[in-house]
């Protein structure tokens, strides 16, 4: 029987818990959920990955090989933008057939963070690209649109618990039991 709760996978030896939700069985969620990417600008990519095959486990975001090519592929990109002085990470937003397609954002510093602007070079054969320039939700109306992405990236059952906080270095979702938060308190792991 698979004892993982929220959505966590049973690997056979632990529980593979997905995105925000901590704990053995994945019993919990996480007491931080950080945002700040989420409002910062970015650009949507496409690559195409012509030495990798795709298999329909890697549309789950939460499938061990789906979490390895994210990570090998993070680990590529980083590799091609290193020279880009805004560059700050990608997140994989999905995978589909091709080879193996990947949809992803390309995170960038907000713009008053930004040093200089250095153009973005090429990517080699194995990895082609393209995309479009975007700016993150939340650019007009942070309160409302800050409260939806915290419900929208808590795990389901925790969601009504958490709230936006701000702090100098960006947005996080906390609960009433993250600590260093106004009001906080000792949870004892949940």
């Not at 007491?31 to 910062?40: F, H, P, Q, V």
């Not at 993070?74 to 990608?90: A, E, K, L, Q």
Request: proline share 6%; aromatic share 10%; glycine share 12%.
């Amino acid at each position: 029987a698979d004892p993982c709760q929220n959505g966590g996978r049973w690997t056979g030896a632990a529980c593979l818990c997905p995105p925000n939700v901590d704990g053995a069985r994945c019993e919990f969620g996480a007491t931080t959920i950080n945002l700040t990417a989420e409002l910062g600008p970015f650009v949507t990519m496409m690559a195409r990955v012509t030495n990798r095959e795709f298999s329909e486990d890697m549309t789950d975001p939460a499938s061990p090989r789906r979490r390895r090519f994210a990570e090998e592929f993070g680990r590529t990109m980083d590799g091609i933008y290193r020279n880009v002085s805004d560059y700050r990470g990608i997140r994989v937003l999905s995978l589909s057939r091709g080879s193996v397609v990947v949809d992803f954002k390309l995170q960038l510093w907000p713009p008053q963070r930004r040093r200089s602007t250095t153009p973005v070079s090429g990517a080699g054969d194995t990895w082609g690209h393209h995309g479009g320039v975007g700016w993150g939700q939340g650019t007009s109306d942070r309160r409302l649109v800050s409260a939806e992405l915290c419900r929208k990236h808590a795990p389901a059952n925790f969601s009504r618990f958490y709230f936006p906080y701000r702090t100098a270095n960006g947005l996080l979702c906390v609960t009433n039991c993250t600590l260093n938060v106004p009001g906080a308190f000792d949870c004892h792991r949940g």
